[in-house]
């Protein structure tokens, strides 16, 4: 998360440059759950006391309302077609939402099976 946080808080700014001003919180999806509770939470409990200065940077981002982390379902996260080995029909699924085609598959009528009435 601080890695992608550095990225967003530096795209802001080469925005800002640009003279394109965006004011609104930036969205980080997770999935993790967790990890979320722990960026938002201002207090430290005993389980989170050795928690590294990554989270202390996210919860700075967080608290500051430069970065929101809105959760998002495991099956949802579009990453990981980028990060993981799926099964053929969860790389199709985010394949598609993330609007990639096979320019190699033939698609000039459709398949005939599925045009029967």
């Known amino acids: 998360m601080a890695s992608t946080a550095c990225e967003l808080i530096w795209i802001k700014q080469l925005l800002a440059d640009l003279n394109i001003k965006h004011e609104a919180p930036m969205k980080m ?8 509770h722990i ?3 201002p207090v430290f409990h005993e389980r ?4 590294e200065v990554d989270c202390h940077f996210i919860r700075e ?5 430069e970065i929101e ?3 998002v379902k495991s099956k949802d996260q579009l990453a990981d ?4 080995g799926l099964s053929i029909k969860s790389f199709e699924d985010i394949s598609y ?4 085609y096979d320019i190699y598959k033939p698609s000039l009528r459709g398949s005939v099976e599925n045009n029967r009435d």
């Open 48 to 51: 989170t006391k050795h928690i």
């Open 97 to 100: 939402k993330l609007g990639l």
């Open 29 to 36: 999806f997770c999935d993790n759950q967790a990890a979320r």
């Open 81 to 84: 077609i980028f990060t993981k």
């Open 39 to 41: 960026a938002a939470n």
């Open 69 to 71: 982390t809105p959760y």
């Open 61 to 65: 981002r967080v608290q500051a309302k």
